[in-house]
């Protein structure tokens, strides 16, 4: 009875974890009325390293007095063209101008602006405009929702008419440039978006002319601002490819030296551009549109330092990230060809692994080459961690950041190599495999737990520029960290008798799904669902026995209560304060749902076809399947003799698969798992078919049973028991020591090839195999 109601218990224990580490949410000063009039001031292309004291006085004295962040541009096309940026200002989502441009490219593109009167103006455009983002791109912005949540808007410039223009094109108030006194045309409306031009230029000197330009403008603005005002410049979009981070500037009462963020991004310091139009509403105490904007409104926090150090920090940011993008694309590509190397070394390896007792048979292969093998093994499974934390060094600021990256890593790679190679119990079969997962589970769990800055703008983690995600753990951090999770639970697991593995299971893994759920931590709702999936299935086969289908549908019953529990919760909130499951969910009532279906669908096609990392899960699902999962590949052979362990990569394909597929990013998380569960699964296989002959000796009084670990836990730990003298003509067992890896005894060895290592003189009862 017990044993049936194990997984019903185990999965209220995982959906109890999940539902209590998800529904907790940061708590973050309400955005309340601070303003009586908005004035939004655009410049496209503006970016920190043109503002300083000498260039733009004006917008520097701003933000010394004001709040500053770094804005991510991102838009419904990339890179986000000045038309884009303007139109996803307005829309207060992801949008895009219509129209054939070519593929990574700005062309010069002009906007018709009709003035039938003298006072407002009309976009002929706008109606194809708002028909293209409705029908043909995913997100399903509507151009114009930031002007049709005011009264009145005014526009000054050809930008700003794009963004002020209501969905039908009409613009309340325009002015094709600022007048000579704008002071009344700002005080007519409670909302004015100003075009202050554009920064471009290849040379340094044009940019410097044309952020004068900008800066002489803004005096103008506000020199004329209203009383009781909030003003806000951002640098609108990109000019050139690639991405980059530009700036964001408020200015007003409740708006004094702090750092911007929103609860988009979740890091102090970051805005997007999605978010000013809720910022602007926000400020002026207006209820958002019908359909919820994707962005949320900003708010000011405390915290930032002189403004000279506080430039200093993005722009240090925007550095890092510009080099990771190139490192990044190498690193994956030379970590999927170095486990494809590796698979092919450790093939025949595996052939040759099982000793054979006979004459006749292969020679073993020598025990230096399979100690090298095993420390590669160890060295590209320790690769992500060790990229991770080659973020702590500032290899970016070197005058060849690729080069100093690969020596940081390389040796961060050695160093964990050593430290495995030297921990106590390496020589034991899963020696290794314990070591390389808590050693990366620390790594990881610690960059999270202290705000996840290694992974911003890191190889291995995410860039702010391209405005994915800001904070919490990234899909590589994801997909390595919930491997790692799995089987430090499932070696642990190992070490304790069989009806206590679940309980260590749930207990490991289920602090690592607060982790990774935890909107103060990774913040990834996605991955703590997945993770619980995993768990459910790591837990109830972790004593025995293998992934059935009512196994595994306790597993999905126990993922769709966490589902379930968090999106009730969520749902309970203001529609501003939604995570993602309950915005999704209030987009299926509202009829909108198919659009985040879609974008996950197309986004999940996409890497799947683009990013190495979907080499690395096939690569490794491919070795798995045709050699270490075969007869003479060990995998079997320790998956029977582990069943925690068993329970654990079981878990791990669960999660990994799952994380994956939800978040969006394919098979990104199984590539970023197989990078460490593949060479370990290797190694473990090589270990366990090295000692597949290893004989323990019968001591006296045991039952059979006893001996082949039947009705109970398996064999005691050979360390513990008393050494007994070898029978007359059998051959002593092999300890530690004299085989270089392994234990002296396997638990479960009823399984265990039961042929007598050497001939006996005479009979005797079968023996134990290691």
């Known amino acids: 009875m017990l044993r049936r109601l194990l997984p019903v218990v185990l999965s209220l224990m995982v959906v109890v974890l999940g539902v209590t580490a998800l ?53 419904a096309h990339r890179p986000t063209c000045p038309l884009d940026g303007w139109l996803t200002l307005g829309a207060g989502s992801f949008a895009a101008w219509s129209g054939d441009r070519p593929a990574g490219s700005c062309p010069a593109q002009t906007v018709a602006v009709e003035r039938p009167d003298g006072n407002g103006a009309n976009l002929p455009d706008q109606e194809t405009v708002v028909h293209f983002n409705q029908e043909q791109l995913p997100w399903g912005a509507v151009p114009g929702s930031l002007s049709e949540s005011v009264r009145c808007s005014v526009a000054v410039g050809p930008g700003a008419a794009v963004a002020a223009a209501r969905p039908f094109g009409r613009v ?190 292969p020679e073993p292969v020598p025990r230096r080459v399979v100690a090298l093998v095993e420390l590669l093994l160890i060295a590209a499974a320790l690769a992500v961690p060790a990229a991770l934390l080659a973020d702590a060094v500032p290899w970016w600021r070197a005058d060849r950041p690729g080069l100093a990256f690969t020596g940081v890593t390389a040796l961060l790679v050695v160093a964990g190599t050593a430290a495995v190679r030297f921990v106590p119990g390496y020589r034991s079969t899963l020696g290794p495999l314990g070591a390389v997962a808590a050693l990366t589970a620390l790594v990881v769990g610690a960059d999270v737990v202290t705000g996840s800055r290694l992974q911003l703008n890191g190889v291995v983690g995410y860039s702010a520029q391209a405005g994915g995600r800001y904070a919490g753990l990234g899909t590589v951090g994801l997909g390595v960290f919930l491997a790692a999770a799995l089987l430090t639970a499932g070696w642990l697991a190992q070490h304790v008798r069989k009806g206590w593995r679940p309980a260590v299971m749930v207990a490991v893994t289920g602090l690592a799904v607060v982790i990774v759920g935890s909107p103060y931590l990774g913040a990834d709702p996605v991955g703590a669902i997945a993770l619980t999936a995993g768990l459910s299935v790591a837990a109830v086969i972790s004593a025995g026995g293998w992934l059935t289908v009512s196994r595994l549908a306790w597993a999905v019953v126990a993922a769709m209560a966490v589902t379930i529990g968090v999106t009730v919760v969520d749902l309970r909130r203001p529609a501003a304060e939604r995570g993602s499951l309950g915005r999704f969910l209030a987009a299926i009532g509202d009829g909108s749902g198919g659009l985040t279906l879609h974008r996950s669908s197309t986004a999940n096609f996409d890497t799947l076809v683009s990013s190495p990392l979907t080499v690395l899960a096939l690569a490794g699902a491919l070795l798995v399947w045709f050699a270490l999962l075969q007869p003479w590949g060990g995998l079997m052979r320790l998956f029977g003799i582990y069943p925690a362990i068993r329970a654990a990569m079981a878990g791990t394909a669960v999660a990994a698969v799952i994380g994956g597929v939800l978040g969006g990013v394919a098979l990104d998380v199984a590539g970023a798992a197989a990078a460490l569960v593949v060479p370990m699964a290797a190694l473990a296989a090589l270990r366990v078919l090295d000692h597949s002959t290893d004989r323990t000796v019968p001591t006296a009084g045991r039952t059979r049973a006893e001996e082949a670990g039947v009705g109970g836990d398996g064999p005691a730990d050979p360390s513990t028991r008393p050494a007994q003298p070898a029978p007359s003509g059998q051959v002593p067992p092999a300890t530690d020591g004299g085989t270089g890896s392994g234990t002296t005894a396997e638990p479960g060895a009823a399984r265990a090839d039961r042929r007598p290592a050497v001939p006996s003189p005479r009979p005797s009862r079968p023996v134990t195999a290691r």
């Open 23 to 75: 529904a907790a949410r940061p708590q973050r000063s309400v955005p309340h009325r601070t303003a009586d009039f908005v004035v939004i001031a655009g410049v496209a292309g503006l970016r920190w390293e043109d503002v300083d004291p000498q260039t733009t006085p004006t917008l520097w004295r701003m933000a010394e007095q004001g709040s500053i962040g770094s804005l991510s541009v991102r838009s």
């Open 172 to 361: 309340d108030r325009y002015a094709p440039v600022l007048p000579d006194d704008p002071t009344q045309l700002l005080g007519s409306c409670v909302l004015s978006i100003v075009d202050l031009g554009t920064i471009d230029g290849a040379t340094k000197a044009q940019r410097v002319a044309a952020a004068r330009a900008a800066d002489r403008q803004l005096a103008r603005v506000l020199a004329a601002r209203p009383p009781r005002s909030l003003v806000l410049v951002a640098g609108v979009s990109d000019t050139d490819r690639p991405a980059r981070l530009h700036v964001a500037v408020a200015d007003g009462p409740g708006w004094e030296g702090g750092w911007l963020t929103s609860a988009t991004t979740g890091r102090d310091g970051y805005l997007q551009l999605v978010d000013l139009a809720p910022t602007a509403l926000a400020a002026l105490g207006r209820p958002m549109p019908e359909r919820p904007f994707v962005g949320r409104p900003a708010v000011a926090v405390d915290g930032r330092p002189d403004l000279a150090d506080a430039i200093a920090q993005p722009l240090d940011a925007e550095r890092e990230a510009a080099n990771q993008r190139g490192v990044a694309g190498w690193f994956f590509t030379l970590l999927a060809a170095a486990l494809m190397l590796l698979a092919v070394a450790v093939l025949p390896l595996l052939r040759r692994a099982r000793r054979h007792a006979g004459p006749y048979g």
